[in-house]
């Protein structure tokens, strides 16, 4: 392993670094074009071998991925505690500027810290502290212009990246996970390296300017939403930080403001061509 690897997921920058050394160490192929240097918001420091002083109070259980406990004001995720060679355990500071990952095992193409959940849980727990959310989403850049196709598991959000892909002039984000922060009295979104079925993942960020929530429907129709409907919507096909009283406040909060802002309405569509030429009249009214 190098002695320093540096990515950026949504303006995050993770430095990646410790005492892990084996010969297979990859980057999986998602997180490459996340490499980028810059200053430093988490060290992620890799260990081999799980300190046994690794005990709390259970806090959130997640079965049978993850569970989090709490010690002395930190945080510890046990993922992988009953699949025997895949164990490891990432503890967050309070501020999760420094956090750490053991590895139960010292080998093996699996003591990777972009093997399963580790990464995504990292940045969920840091966007919870007022930074920012990720949504269950595809996301593409038209003209500078982000748009956000929000829907859970099923709803046709690699369909619409396919389909999205074709058309010229458009750069897919995401097809499943997309990260959204405030700058200034702006909100942003970016690509992430956790993608879905059609594997779009892109570090690019852009001004997020329009909102969809998808429905399959027999004929393709669009239609406002407001109120609290939108933020209900976001809060089903997001991550929130359950385990976290202030980050749960923080994730209403940031909704809230973000569906007063940003226009919000349902795309009802066919999977088909139709869908994205309907999408397209919508943005030019």
Not at 57 to 75: H, M
Not at 244 to 256: A, K
């Amino acid at each position: 392993m190098a002695k320093e690897l540096k990515i950026r997921i949504g303006d995050v920058s993770i430095s990646i670094q410790g005492d892990v050394q084996t010969s297979d160490w990859e980057i999986t192929p998602a997180y490459l074009p996340f490499i980028a240097p810059g200053e430093t918001d988490i060290s992620l420091r890799l260990h081999q071998g799980l300190p046994h002083t690794l005990v709390g109070e259970k806090v959130f259980d997640c079965p049978p991925i993850w569970t989090l406990y709490r010690q002395n004001g930190a945080s510890i995720i046990k993922i992988f505690d009953k699949l025997s060679g895949l164990e490891r355990a990432l503890v967050l500071s309070s501020h999760l500027e420094k956090t750490d990952l053991y590895f139960a095992h010292k080998y093996g193409p699996f003591v990777s810290p972009f093997y399963g959940p580790t990464m995504e849980l990292l940045m969920v727990n840091y966007l919870a502290q007022g930074r920012g959310v990720i949504i269950h989403s595809c996301g593409i850049a038209s003209k500078g212009r982000g748009i956000l196709f929000v829907g859970e598991s099923g709803a046709g959000k690699s369909t619409l990246a396919r389909m999205w892909d074709q058309e010229d002039g458009i750069d897919v984000l995401s097809d499943d996970r997309t990260i959204v922060r405030k700058k200034g009295h702006q909100f942003w979104m970016y690509g992430t390296p956790w993608h879905g079925e059609a594997k779009f993942g892109s570090p690019r960020g852009v001004r997020l300017e329009r909102i969809f929530f998808l429905r399959h429907g027999q004929k393709n129709s669009i239609k406002e939403i407001k109120g609290i409907d939108p933020v209900s919507q976001l809060l089903t096909c997001s991550f929130p930080p359950y385990w976290d009283l202030q980050g749960m406040v923080f994730t209403l909060e940031i909704f809230t403001d973000l569906t007063a802002q940003v226009p919000c309405q349902e795309l009802a569509f066919k999977p088909e061509t139709s869908a994205i030429d309907h999408v397209i009249e919508e943005l030019r009214n």
